[in-house]
């Protein structure tokens, strides 16, 4: 514990002194570098160039002029109202001719953007000043720096995780960072349909939304989150576990001895997973409908008088929900479990059986906690996914039955995912939508981290073996 | 003893009875919507034949493939739809297997600077859920042009670009193959790129076709990002979107026998796909499931 305490207090004190040692570094390499270590510190670049390394030379001149340029043309104008997102309305002037005004949203976007490359742009430069330092230092020692081919080599051996990564991290950066961040602004804005951009303004509203899906009177949206939250945490927990039990047994009854056709009962089930979802669920979910052919064969038997009323009353749609998950679901577990299942060691089951246990009773000693301890970083993460689970929901209820007395157009069978959806789509109301996002991933993280501390497999890796 | 063993050999058949009508019960259920899927496939949709909608019997009063003529008619645009899926699909496929192979070989193999910071990063990245994004995306794309007209490829972009993010399950074998390897062949003077070409990558068989094969089935479900960044544009929808409008839309009635022959006709393919390659699926997702 003590020596834990040490460390960490040690990379607390490294990361603080971090700033410093690099303020003293640059400031050494300005002060004993030569003429081109010097002018490098205003036109980037120019020390490698004058000293042969074209490739690097080019690289950090290229990455300035690209700055200068994107911050002139575009990023500044956006940057300098990211305080205000915007402050003049466009609209008609009495002379009946469209003015433009601000674009809060492109304010915002661009403005985070900004923020971003400039961020790259202090470590490019810092990059620059250390590049300068090593080559001064090279060459003193009378070593040859790397030749431009010798650049392009070591991108292709041991820089080569900087190649196979360069397109993958821009990726993620443009299309889910950026947008992240740029919807947890969205979260403290007042951006909503009276609110459109380009038409409208919108602007920072502090914790105003945060406020609102936690106060529980009639206008605020406290009562249906805790509503929509409540069943997606009861959603996830069954959605999960039942699939997982059942999707066990099954693959315990197809494994038993003398049971012929194995591959074939297994193929009639993986069917689902097979066939497009949207195809099998939308089918399923006609097939319940108030006027599908369940309820007309059931009718038409002469088993029940009306419709039942699977799709329009919230008591009906949630079990259905789960069973027709079910259907889903368990083929995936018993494609997991089935190999895993034999890879328990035939003495355990045998010994069992010489002391008289009952096979459930194997099952329960024996089977289930080997499987708990193998599949615990799958259970955890088919629960966030179940949380997520926004095909299954959206194809077969759409989240209906809805209520008036749920708010944003929330209905009784909606996850947090689906109604985010919804306010996205139908609403317009993107403020709200953000605040549900960020709520999502507060819940996501705190099952994440919690169950991950405490599943066996990560606390004690040898247990099984 | 003799009677022991003969009650012994009934009751394993009596249970193994019981295990093949479970197994029997569960067949049909499993099997049963898609066999009324096929059969109202079948049924015409023209007034003067049959009725269209949904309807209380399963067998088609008169068999007919009318529902099957009208998709390849041109009269809607499901050949068109149904292009635009096979198209993204095929592109998101080779993209993202190609991502997901330069990341994976990259943080297992390598040791760089900010691997864990990167790792770390891109965990809680993914802990946001993916529909947050859509608005910020939509408009993204429109810069560029790629939505309505260009949803195609704005689609497949979108798809591709954040894909490095997968690269869980991959990583998780490349770290089954032996390092000792890759110093093998690095004693030997072989660069970090040819031992990922010519020595990871033809190892990696079975994962590469897990990774292709995941990434072409999801196109053919996308709803929520191909009706959004189509949105109004019908030449630029996808299958699932089109199809869906059919059985949503207030004429559902009118459209259902249609949407089961259009369902077929997507499922057909995909399936076949996928039983064909089940056995590395089934590999992929064990060996995902068991290391996280």
Redesign the interface.
């Known amino acids: 514990m003590e020596k834990t305490k040490n460390s960490l207090g040690k990379r607390i004190k490294n990361v603080l002194m971090a700033p410093v040692r690099d303020c003293k570094e640059i400031g050494q390499t300005f002060a004993h570098g030569d003429w081109k270590t010097k002018v490098s510190f205003l036109i980037m670049g120019f020390g490698p160039l004058m000293r042969g390394q074209i490739l690097r030379g080019i690289a950090f001149l290229a990455s300035e002029i690209a700055f200068i340029w994107y911050m002139v043309a575009f990023g500044a104008k956006y940057l300098k109202d990211i305080g205000t997102l915007g402050t003049v309305q466009g609209g008609f002037d009495e002379n009946y001719s469209y003015t433009y005004g601000d674009n809060s949203f492109f304010i915002l976007l661009f403005g985070v953007l900004s923020l971003f490359l400039i961020v790259l742009f202090i470590y490019m430069w810092r990059l620059n000043v250390r590049v300068n330092m090593n080559e001064e230092k090279r060459l003193k020692e009378g070593r040859a720096l790397a030749t431009v081919k010798q650049d392009f080599r070591s991108l292709l051996d041991e820089n080569f995780d900087k190649t196979l990564l360069a397109l993958p991290v821009t990726g993620v950066f443009l299309f889910i960072l950026l947008p992240i961040v740029f919807m947890v602004c969205v979260a403290f804005t007042n951006y909503d349909a009276t609110h459109q951009s380009p038409t409208h303004l919108f602007t920072w509203v502090g914790l105003e939304n945060f406020r609102n899906i936690f106060s529980m009177g009639t206008a605020g949206f406290g009562k249906t989150f805790v509503t929509v939250l409540n069943w997606t945490l009861v959603w996830a927990f069954f959605a999960t576990f039942l699939t997982y039990f059942l999707g066990m047994a099954v693959a315990i009854l197809i494994n038993k001895k003398g049971i012929k056709f194995k591959k074939m009962w297994r193929t009639i089930l993986v069917m689902t997973i097979a066939i497009p979802q949207f195809v099998s669920l939308l089918y399923v979910s006609k097939m319940f409908a108030v006027d599908g052919l369940i309820n007309s064969y059931l009718m038409k038997w002469g088993w029940i008088n009306s419709p039942l009323p699977f799709w329009t009353k919230a008591s009906w749609a949630r079990p259905t929900i789960l069973l027709i998950n079910l259907w889903i679901g368990t083929p995936y577990v018993m494609l997991i479990t089935t190999g895993l299942l034999m890879n328990i060691p035939e003495e355990l089951y045998e010994s069992a059986k010489i002391d008289g246990a009952s096979p459930f009773q194997t099952f329960r000693k024996i089977t289930l906690p080997y499987m708990l301890f193998v599949t615990g970083p799958y259970l955890l993460t088919q629960f966030t996914g179940n949380l997520n689970n926004f095909n299954v929901i959206f194809l077969l209820s759409q989240g209906k039955p809805q209520s008036l007395e749920l708010a944003g157009g929330a209905g009784y069978t909606d996850l947090l995912v689906t109604w985010l959806y919804k306010m996205t789509v139908n609403d317009t109301n993107y403020k709200m939508a953000a605040v549900i996002g960020i709520m999502v991933f507060v819940v996501v993280a705190v099952v994440s981290v919690t169950v991950y501390n405490i599943l066996p497999s990560v606390r004690d890796e040898e247990g099984f073996q | 003893m003799m009677k022991e063993k003969k009650l012994h050999k009934q009751h394993?058949k009596l249970s193994?009875g019981i295990?093949?009508a479970?197994?029997i019960v569960?067949?049909i259920?499993?099997?049963f919507?898609?066999v009324?899927?096929v059969l109202q496939s079948f049924r015409s949709y023209k007034p003067e034949v049959e009725f269209g909608g949904?309807?209380?019997y399963?067998l088609p009063k008169h068999f007919s493939l009318d529902s099957y003529k009208f998709l390849f008619s041109g009269e809607s645009n499901f050949l068109r739809w149904y292009g635009n899926t096979l198209i993204i699909a095929a592109f998101v496929s080779i993209g993202q297997t190609f991502?997901v192979l330069?990341?994976s070989?990259?943080l297992s193999r390598?040791r760089?600077k900010m691997r864990k910071a990167?790792m770390n990063?891109?965990l809680?990245?993914g802990?946001?859920?993916?529909?947050?994004?859509?608005?910020?995306?939509y408009?993204?794309l429109k810069q560029v042009g790629l939505t309505q007209a260009g949803a195609v490829p704005g689609l497949i972009?979108?798809s591709?670009?954040?894909?490095?993010?997968g690269y869980y399950v991959c990583k998780g074998y490349f770290d089954t193959i032996p390092k000792s390897l890759d110093e093998a062949a690095r004693i030997d003077g072989a660069?970090?790129?040819?031992i990922?070409i010519g020595m990871i990558v033809p190892l990696s068989k079975p994962i590469i076709i897990y990774t292709a094969l995941v990434a072409f089935?999801a196109p053919?479900?996308d709803?929520?990002f191909a009706s959004?960044v189509a949105f109004g544009y019908e030449k630029g929808y996808n299958v699932?979107v089109a199809?869906?409008r059919w059985?949503?839309t207030n004429d559902?009635q009118g459209y259902?026998t249609r949407?089961?022959a259009g369902?077929v006709l997507?499922?057909v393919p995909?399936?076949a796909l996928?039983?064909a390659l089940?056995k590395y699926?089934?590999e992929g997702?064990?060996g995902?499931?068991?290391?996280?």
């Open positions: 394993k193994n295990a093949y479970l197994l569960m067949s259920v499993w099997l919507p898609f009324c899927l949904m309807v209380a399963l991502f330069c990341t070989y990259a390598m760089f990167l990063l891109w809680v990245l802990m946001f859920p993916g529909f947050l994004t859509m608005i910020c995306l408009f993204l972009l979108i591709v670009a954040s894909s490095g993010m660069s970090r790129a040819k990922f089935m053919w479900c709803y929520v959004y699932a199809l869906q059985v949503t559902y259902f949407f089961c369902g997507v499922a995909v399936t996928f039983m089940q699926y089934v997702v064990t995902g499931a068991v290391k996280g």
